[in-house]
Each structure stands twice: as structure tokens, then as C-alpha cells.
């Protein structure tokens, strides 16, 4: 599956963002969902995850209740809606499928990320 992210930008702390990844190449449906975070000099580390359904999600504790992922399977794509964004948050957001859901950084399967800037 080859997975395509966008939505990435400039904004100011406190501002927010969505994220889109579409999703070809494969049954959207059949893999779980993750948006991953790579902050300038440091490692990919997990963001979130979504289920193949949708009903369930994974959130690391920085994001709890600033960010939520979703997704529409009709339309092959996941969604990070980002709020109350921090100068932290910045950095290249990766969106990657799986064969099942984790909330490690252990993806199948990766898009070309997009970078999201947060200025203070």
C-alpha cells in the first residue's frame, strides 16, 4: 500500500492543523493506522493509531486530548486533527499501516512525511 500525507504547515502555538494521509495500492481496511512524529535530531516515535474499523485509538500521553486521529474508509484515508499545538509538536509527521494496531513506532508500511512547524 503506498500511503500519501498532507496538510502540514506553519502555525503558531496554540493553533491547530489537520493532517490527511490517502491510502492506495492495498484494502484501506485491512490495516490499522498510525501517524508517527519526528522531531528535529531525534527518533520517529508514536503519535496515535486507529483500528482497521475505526473503533479504537491510540494516543500517546503528549497528545491526549490535543490530538485525534480518524478515518474514512470509502474514502482510503486517515486523519490527525492536531489543536492547541505546541513549538514540541513540531517536526515531519510520517502516517504508516500495519497489520494490526500498536502504538510502537513498528510500522509495515510508510508514506513520505509532512512537516508541520509550530512557532512560539
Known amino acids: 500500500v503506498q500511503l500519501q500525507a498532507s496538510g502540514g504547515g506553519l502555525v503558531q502555538a496554540g493553533g491547530s492543523l489537520r493532517l490527511s494521509c490517502a491510502a492506495s495500492?492495498?484494502?484501506?481496511?485491512?490495516?490499522?493506522m498510525g501517524w508517527l512524529h519526528q522531531a528535529p535530531g531525534k527518533e520517529r516515535e508514536f503519535v496515535s493509531a486507529?483500528?482497521?474499523?475505526?473503533?479504537?485509538?491510540l494516543y500517546a500521553d503528549s497528545v491526549k486530548g490535543r490530538f485525534t486521529i480518524s478515518r474514512d474508509n470509502a474514502k482510503n484515508t486517515v486523519y490527525l486533527q492536531m489543536n492547541s499545538l505546541k513549538p514540541e509538536d513540531t517536526g515531519v509527521y510520517f502516517c504508516?499501516?500495519?497489520?494490526?494496531?500498536?502504538?510502537?513506532?513498528?510500522?509495515?508500511?510508510w508514506g513520505r512525511g509532512t512537516l508541520v512547524t509550530v512557532s512560539s
Open positions: 504508516a499501516a500495519n497489520g494490526w494496531l500498536t502504538s510502537t513506532a513498528n510500522y509495515d508500511y
Open positions: 486507529i483500528s482497521r474499523a475505526g473503533g479504537t485509538t
Open positions: 495500492g492495498g484494502t484501506f481496511s485491512r490495516y490499522a
